[in-house]
């Protein structure tokens, strides 16, 4: 089943169970997804750009929960934090911290870089390697990290 379909199929199945939270989240998604057909168009909505959409949404879900759980808004953050889970259930298995450890390592030896004046490059050798499945602030930590 394509996502698209998926995302419909649980709203309904949200609506039947009477889940707020997971409906709203997802009637949100799926309104974000057309907004993205409509800037698109002619050109038809594919895969890529759903999944574009929605790393998208998850990344400004974490900005927030960070920006509220700094000004101590906890009842934000729960609500923040419900409606992540829930989109992430749509995304690709993230790479682990090991395995983006290594990911830079060998970009790293590859490409010469020494200082962190080279993170540019390497950074945009990790993230074409890794194909969208590493987190981006935790790849540029390790970067930093690896060369300084």
């Known amino acids: 089943m394509e996502i698209r379909e998926q995302i419909l199929a649980d709203i309904k199945a949200a609506m039947i ?3 707020s939270v997971k409906l709203n989240t997802l009637r949100f998604l799926n309104s974000a997804i057309k907004n993205k057909e ?44 419900a409606e992540l889970k829930v989109m992430e259930a749509y995304m690709p298995s993230q790479m682990s911290k090991e395995q983006v ?19 540019g490059s390497v950074m945009k050798e990790c993230q074409a390697r890794s194909g969208g499945l590493a987190d981006g602030k935790m790849m540029s930590e390790i970067i930093k990290a690896k060369l300084a």
């Not at 002619?42 to 920006?67: A, C, F, N």
């Not at 450890?101 to 993170?119: F, P, Q, S, Y």
């Open 101 to 119: 450890e290594k990911l830079v390592a060998d970009v790293i030896a590859t490409t010469g870089a020494k200082t962190v004046k080279d993170m």
């Open 17 to 19: 169970a009477k889940n």
């Open 38 to 81: 409509i800037e698109l168009r002619p050109t038809p909505l594919v895969t890529e750009d759903i999944m574009g959409v929605i790393k998208k949404i998850v990344k400004q879900r974490k900005e927030s929960i960070d920006q509220f759980t700094t000004a101590n808004r906890q009842d934000l953050v729960d609500q923040e934090t």
